[in-house]
């Protein structure tokens, strides 16, 4: 897809919020089904699963709950997974920070095939979080705790990587989120150092942005990141309780921090709880819109944009309002920029 000559960004909504506690606890990422559907990871101690979601959100909470996946250690079990994504025959991709692994399902949730052995060393893992596919579909692995990028085919052969610990431009120090984009450049959530870094297919710096704090364009441990078919990336700025957006450049240009109303369910359950309804009257219902926490983000081919709202129990969507402008429409860079006051 090629990136259009300029935006102009009318603004950024809020959607819906989907899901609520009991039913979507601990939520770090989500992936998008067909026909509506919405894959919430689920991670907690002592749970991990996936639960099948409605992007019309559900009108009432049943015992009727779909999903897959369990605790454990076994084949198809996870204990403390970080990322799911689809490929195009509808697989999903699990990986798992407590196993070293990742772990591939079919389209209903069963096992199929798993890859990954804990250690240092060539084509070895040591706690894998950000997982993407590039364009050739093969598997990108933010390789945690060995501070690397490693590549694989599907089925677990190796491929290449780069990266070593360090605080130097194109260092890392325990990566987590990972995105491909359609030119094969590799964006990467620097979690200890505070900023995100940008490759080339080869393992070649491009840029990095962001430095420790809680300014503009600042992070305290980014966790997921996401770019999306403009070319803006998203990053959750998992210790700032905010999701931060920029430019295809790395120019800071908009923060999300939480605009959740109660979903669907989560009213018609409140419906039922006379205590519940006294005791949330009585608290600062401003603080309940926030984002708590988030581990992750995802932008879908519509532009709308998915936060997982870890410790609310909840997924915040947004979606970007714009207009694609030409090059009649958007000027070239200024490069004296003047500032006339009369």
């Not at 996946?69 to 970080?82: A, M, R, T």
């Not at 070319?231 to 999300?256: A, E, H, K, P, T």
């Amino acid at each position: 897809m090629t990136r259009p000559h300029g935006i102009l960004r009318a603004g950024y909504p809020h959607l819906t919020t989907l899901g609520m506690r009991r039913v979507t606890n601990f939520p770090a990422d989500v992936a998008l089904g067909d026909n509506g559907d919405v894959f919430v990871l689920l991670r907690s101690e002592g749970v991990a699963t996936i639960r099948i979601w409605s992007i019309d959100d559900m009108e009432a909470l049943t015992d009727d709950l779909k999903g897959f996946g369990s605790y454990g250690s076994d084949d198809g079990q996870f204990i403390w997974p970080v990322n799911i994504i689809r490929d195009d025959s509808g697989k999903f991709f699990i990986s798992d920070e407590a196993t070293h692994r990742i772990t591939c399902l079919d389209r209903n949730g069963e096992f199929l095939w798993k890859f990954g052995i804990e250690g240092s060393g060539t084509g070895e893992i040591n706690s894998p979080s950000g997982i993407a596919f590039d364009s050739d579909s093969n598997l990108v692995v933010a390789d945690t705790k060995n501070h690397r990028i490693q590549k694989f085919t599907k089925n677990g052969e190796y491929l290449g990587g780069f990266g070593e610990y360090g605080s130097e431009p194109g260092q890392l120090n325990m990566p987590w989120g990972i995105h491909v984009d359609e030119n094969n450049d590799i964006y990467v959530s620097d979690w200890g150092n505070h900023r995100f870094q940008v490759y080339s297919r080869d393992g070649e710096l491009k840029f990095t942005v962001g430095e420790a704090g809680s300014g503009d364009g600042q992070f305290n441990r980014p966790t997921g990141i996401a770019v999306d078919n403009h070319g803006d990336i998203y990053v959750s700025d998992w210790g700032n309780n905010r999701v931060l957006m920029f430019n295809q450049f790395g120019d800071y240009i908009w923060s999300f921090r939480g605009d959740a109303v109660l979903s669907k369910v989560a009213r018609n359950y409140m419906l039922t709880n006379a205590v519940s309804n006294r005791l949330r009257e009585a608290g600062k219902l401003e603080s309940e819109k926030y984002l708590r926490r988030p581990r992750s983000v995802r932008v879908d081919s519509e532009f709308r944009l998915w936060i997982p709202d870890y410790e609310s129990y909840r997924v915040q969507v947004y979606k970007k309002d714009y207009i694609e402008l030409d090059e009649t429409q958007f000027a070239a860079p200024m490069r004296n920029p003047t500032l006339e006051v009369t």
